[in-house]
């Protein structure tokens, strides 16, 4: 059985800023992707940032700049550092791990709870 525990999420004023972390628990033999997505209110999920397990990073064009994905693959972790937030930023922000489990042959996308992110101007 695999989990993933999202936090870091709250208020804060535009500019501010906020860290997400999301961590895996579970046999994990290896971790292939990881993401974070949002979604506000009447709106679809979108993609805010990605990482492969070789490190390489993707952003969408609305925070580039301002969101540095990064992980800890020991740790089974990826965070989302989010700096000079705006208040469009605010929504519901969901990580994913693309994960590989000890003693299978395949990997399977793996969603957290979401935390929410609120940015008042």
């Known amino acids: 059985q695999v989990q993933l525990v999202e936090s870091g999420g709250g208020s804060v004023q535009a500019g501010g800023s906020l860290r997400l972390s999301c961590s895996a628990s579970?046999?994990?033999?290896?971790?292939?992707?990881m993401a974070w997505y949002r979604q506000a209110p009447g709106k679809q999920r979108e993609l805010v940032a990605s990482?492969?397990?070789?490190?390489?990073?993707n952003y969408a064009d609305s925070v580039k700049g301002r969101f540095t994905i990064s992980s800890d693959n020991a740790k089974n972790t990826v965070y989302l550092q989010m700096n000079a937030l705006k208040p469009e930023d605010t929504a519901t922000y969901y990580c994913?791990?693309?994960?590989?489990?000890?003693?299978?042959?395949?990997?399977?996308?793996?969603w957290g709870q979401g935390t929410q992110v609120t940015v008042s101007s």
């Open positions: 994913t791990q693309d994960l590989r489990l000890t003693g299978t042959n395949w990997p399977r996308a793996y």
């Open positions: 990482i492969t397990g070789g490190g390489n990073t």
């Open positions: 579970g046999s994990i033999f290896s971790i292939n992707y």
